[in-house]
């Protein structure tokens, strides 16, 4: 009898829970990169990305109560990942810096040529590329961004508007 | 604000960058925590079936305590040692075992629950608990 791929996931999980580095491998070949990357566009640095992937994996383990039986595991994971970013990032800069972080990187952008969208991505502050990617890649409400920011929803809103209109000129920023 | 179509448009954009992937030493740092992590998780869960093993003791102590210390008459002295039905703490450790099982339990952390298993079946019943334990251990 074959399993349903959420139930094998299921079992993947609770056998890791037991101590089992077979079931554990499984599932990080499976999710890794979805959980790598989701790292790396929040925090922009890739030592930052191979801790939150990693920490990811073992919270996964932790917090196995908390997830429903049957729901898509990768979701859950990357869940687990955005909220250790958005932990992080409010830890190393306070709710009061936020706003200022954001306002600081309106400032002239002289590229020597366009740059392509990682690159553009990766000029904005943390705090704006992680409500981009959140928002646009990973289907957060504005209503959850505020909740986790401790912001309002206007907030969200306006980053998220604010960091496309730059991330636009500096990808169409020319020689 | 943008336009749910700038949006789109931008969702696609972002779609097309490439998936990354962690280099190795991100798994080969993550087996040594893995390690760290599930190791005192299963110290915890390993001394669960001691614990059930002492609890069924302790609930045996006082029935075994009447038994020793009332002067019944003797036809009462056959009811009350039908008092502690083993059937009722043979499903209780029956439901213990299946559940475990299902939990992943490992045949040492169950090893207690079915010596306790044993016991009682042999002190009800020694010659069917033989043959049960036989056939279990087949």
């Known amino acids: 009898m074959t399993l349903a791929p959420a139930d094998e996931e299921m079992q993947w999980l609770r056998r890791a829970r037991e101590g089992d580095k077979a079931a554990f491998a499984a599932l990080y070949l499976r999710y890794s990169p979805g959980v790598y990357t989701l790292a790396l566009r929040l925090s922009g640095q890739r030592s930052e990305a191979d801790d939150l992937t990693q920490e990811t994996f073992l919270r996964a383990l932790q917090a196995l109560a908390g997830f429903r039986a049957?729901?898509?595991?990768?979701?859950?994971?990357?869940r687990i990942t955005a909220n250790l970013a958005i932990d992080r990032l409010r830890r190393i800069r306070p709710s009061d810096d936020i706003e200022l972080d954001a306002l600081a990187d309106t400032h002239e952008h002289s590229p020597a040529r366009?740059?392509?969208?990682?690159?553009?991505?990766?000029?904005?502050?943390?705090?704006?590329?992680?409500?981009?990617?959140?928002?646009?890649?990973?289907?957060?409400s504005h209503r959850e961004l505020a909740d986790r920011y401790s912001r309002t929803e206007s907030w969200s809103k306006s980053i998220l508007s604010r960091a496309l209109a730059r991330l636009k000129s500096l990808s169409e920023e020319t020689l | 604000m943008t336009s749910e179509n700038e949006l789109a448009q931008w969702r696609h954009r972002l779609a097309t960058l490439a998936e990354e992937t962690p280099p190795p030493s991100t798994w080969l740092d993550l087996q040594l925590a893995f390690a760290n992590q599930v190791r005192p998780m299963n110290a915890r869960r390993?001394?669960?079936?001691?614990?059930?093993?002492?609890?069924?003791?302790?609930?045996l102590v006082p029935v075994w305590w009447m038994q020793s210390r009332v002067a019944a008459p003797a036809g009462l002295q056959a009811i009350h040692v039908d008092a502690v039905p083993p059937a009722q703490l043979l499903r209780a450790l029956d439901r213990e075992l299946q559940l475990r099982y299902q939990d992943g339990a490992s045949d040492e952390d169950l090893?207690?629950?079915?010596?306790?298993?044993?016991?009682?079946?042999?002190?009800?019943q020694p010659a069917a608990a033989m043959r049960a334990a036989e056939t279990i251990r087949i």
Not at chain 1, 70 to 78: D, I
Not at chain 2, 46 to 59: F, G, I, K, T, V
Not at chain 2, 112 to 123: A, F, G, S, V
């Open chain 2, 111 to 124: 090893a207690p629950l079915w010596r306790e298993r044993e016991k009682l079946l042999r002190r009800t």
């Open chain 2, 46 to 59: 390993a001394r669960w079936p001691w614990a059930l093993a002492a609890a069924l003791m302790l609930a």
């Open chain 1, 70 to 78: 049957g729901s898509p595991l990768g979701p859950w994971l990357k």
């Open chain 1, 114 to 140: 366009a740059l392509d969208l990682l690159a553009a991505l990766q000029q904005l502050s943390p705090v704006w590329r992680s409500v981009v990617w959140l928002a646009l890649m990973e289907g957060w």
